[in-house]
């Protein structure tokens, strides 16, 4: 007989967690193209496992504790240094992600400029809704410049969008919705010109662009080699391959980077001082990214990027080939996104895909550009290139087969007067069960296999109705299971 607690028992925690993981997306295939980013490489996975278990219950809060992690987290900054080009006086953290060295690029321009009284930034409608959120957060205005047609930053809009309250201009390197570089040597050089940080957020290719540049792939200039540039994201858990949790953020030299330590020594208990937004920080994720790039190296990366890239090639090759798809533009990386003729929706092929075991992320239309799909391309996706070829052939094929989701002209113009500041908690739960989201009236939720018809629902609504919608949505996900 086994007992509850024993790994074999069927009701010991581990084994109902792998019951509660078969739901879930799976994370190494190479068919799940958002989300998650697979090496391919189970050895890598295993090595990145163990650190991460090894010091899960270490502590960051204090450097002198664990010099274990102040030593992976420096090793960390230095090989990014050297892959981002920054000098000798470049410094960096580790964060917890993406949107937390965001949010602290913004948090130290604001803090960083305590002159100005009512702080703003400059981006383009392409940059990352982390910004937005940092807006948000911090009280810095978000001014957003349109981008043209080849969804590139606009560096004469910029330039006038700026003015005395302005603390940062920020770049994607690429932007993730379009995977395309904005010109980053003109947006950092009217930044510097007005004294103004500029923050180029690389989370999603900071670590492919300078592999691919290695591999002989044009790149355009984007890192510290470009004066002006003040700070970069870099995510270790996207194209670093790294387990979850684990970003980086430099800054050209120490003095930008100050504002963003806090301590605070005005209290009965220790003195907290922390380079980040979390006082505890979990050892894991720094010794997992640490232990993967060991095991990588640049020897590794590159390796790996050849294959994205080759992938990525693969997948764009398919986009042209198909007469009802049309690429949003030629990929500066590894990510592609594409739209749809009038003969099928982007929405449908989404569906299709994933009736076929691939999961691709729709993205709804927005300032008059159109719903379209989009796929990061990891290296592991290179051994199912014929694979994924067919079943973008197939379920195109398919979504054509049932052409567009039809929504009923009564309910479109429903939703276009809907103003969500006006609507009731009765109203959202009305809204939701209409749309198949939820039973309604608090009786739990119910995700259709199918999301076609509620992303085009979504798609006819305003971004604030989008947000208002889907924050009615994540309250009702979120209630305790008793
Ligand atoms: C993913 C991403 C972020 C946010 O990163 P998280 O790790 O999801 O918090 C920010 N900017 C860009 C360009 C990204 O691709």
């Known amino acids: 007989m086994t007992s509850p607690t024993s790994p074999q028992s069927p009701t010991s925690p581990l084994a109902r967690l792998a019951d509660l993981r078969a739901d879930d997306l799976p994370v190494h295939t190479g068919r799940t193209l958002a989300y998650v980013f697979d090496s391919g490489l189970p050895e890598v996975d295993r090595v990145a496992r163990e650190a991460v278990a090894a010091f899960a219950s270490t502590n960051g809060l204090d450097p002198t504790a664990f010099p274990s992690l102040l030593q992976m987290e420096n090793e960390l900054v230095g090989f990014a240094a050297r892959l981002l080009e920054a000098p000798e006086d470049a410094v960096g953290t580790v964060t917890s992600g993406g949107t937390e060295s965001v949010l602290l690029a913004v948090q130290a321009a604001r803090d960083g400029a305590p002159g100005v009284h009512r702080p703003s930034m400059v981006l383009p409608d392409t940059a990352h809704a982390a910004f937005h959120k940092a807006a948000h957060y911090f009280g810095v205005e978000a001014r957003v410049v349109p981008t043209g047609a080849d969804h590139r930053a606009d560096p004469a809009a910029t330039a006038e969008a700026v003015d005395d309250t302005t603390v940062l201009v920020v770049a994607s390197a690429p932007s993730y919705a379009h995977g395309v570089v904005d010109p980053v040597p003109a947006l950092a050089a009217l930044a510097r010109d007005r004294g103004i940080r500029c923050h180029v957020d690389a989370c999603i290719g900071g670590w492919v662009l300078p592999y691919a540049a290695r591999l002989g792939r044009p790149v355009q200039p984007w890192t510290f080699a470009v004066e002006g540039v003040t700070s970069v994201s870099v995510d270790l858990h996207k194209y670093g391959y790294a387990p979850k949790g684990a970003s980086l953020l430099l800054h050209r ?57 080759e992938a990525t090639d693969a997948v764009v090759a398919a986009v042209e080939e198909a007469p009802a798809l049309r690429l949003v533009a030629p990929p ?36 008059g550009r159109k719903a379209s799909v989009h796929l990061s391309v990891s290296a592991a996706t290179a051994d199912h290139v014929p694979e994924l070829r067919a079943a973008l052939a197939d379920s195109v094929a398919a979504a054509v087969a049932r052409g567009p989701v039809e929504v009923d002209p009564g309910v479109a113009a429903l939703i276009a007067a809907l103003d969500p500041a006006g609507l009731t908690d009765a109203d959202f739960d009305g809204l939701l069960a209409a749309a198949g989201l939820a039973s309604g009236g608090g009786g739990g939720f119910a995700l259709p ?9 979504l798609d006819l609504a305003a971004p604030a109705l989008r947000e208002a919608v889907m924050v009615a949505f994540l309250d009702r996900l979120s209630r305790p299971a008793r």
């Open 449 to 457: 296999a199918r999301r076609a018809e509620v992303n085009a629902l």
């Open 253 to 309: 030299d120490a003095s930008l980077r100050r504002p963003q330590l806090f301590a605070w020594a005005d209290w009965p208990g220790y003195t907290m001082l922390n380079p980040t937004m979390q006082s505890t920080r979990s050892g894991g994720p720094v010794a997992g990214a640490w232990a993967v790039v060991q095991a990588l190296g640049d020897d590794g990366y590159l390796e790996l990027t050849r294959k994205a890239l």
């Open 332 to 367: 500066d990386s590894t990510l592609v996104a594409f739209t749809t003729d009038d003969t099928c929706d982007p929405f449908t092929v989404v569906d299709e895909m994933q009736e076929r075991g691939w999961h691709v992320q729709p993205q709804l239309s927005h300032r």
